[in-house]
């Protein structure tokens, strides 16, 4: 079992820089692949990066590909989501998501634990 709890969400204008957490908790953590997925009003769902349990590579959504960076810390049980440049149309509820022992996967039902997710909107 896995719990997740996001933060750091908030308003940014377009250009600026916002820095997500995601605190878990469980023994197991450090074995989860681990996901950040967003979802805008009236849309789907949508992968933006994760990273396997095996500490493999880690891969962006094209749309963020540059601008964000995913990293994790195993032994505080966190990982983190460095956005820059930020786009309005980066709005949406952020979600971490976790994985127990599955490989990287780009679809959100893959996924078995779930935080409650936290508001980024960027203003133009």
């Known amino acids: 079992q896995v719990q997740l709890v996001e933060s750091g969400g908030g308003l940014v204008q377009a250009g600026g820089s916002l820095r997500l957490s995601c605190a878990g908790s469980?023994?197991?953590?450090?074995?989860?692949?681990m996901g950040w997925f967003r979802q805008a009003p009236g849309k789907e769902r949508e992968f933006v990066t994760g990273?396997?349990?095996?500490?493999?590579?880690?891969f962006y959504a094209d749309s963020v590909k540059g601008r964000f960076t995913f990293s994790r810390d195993n032994v505080l049980n966190r990982v983190y989501l460095q956005m820059n440049s930020l786009k309005p149309e980066d709005t949406a509820v952020y979600y971490c998501?976790?994985?127990?022992?599955?490989?990287?996967?780009?679809?959100?039902?893959?996924?078995?634990?779930w935080g409650q997710g936290t508001q980024v909107t960027v203003s133009s």
């Open positions: 469980g023994r197991t953590f450090s074995s989860s692949t």
């Open positions: 998501a976790a994985r127990a022992l599955g490989p990287l996967s780009w679809v959100s039902d893959d996924y078995e634990y």
């Open positions: 990273n396997s349990w095996t500490g493999g590579s880690t």
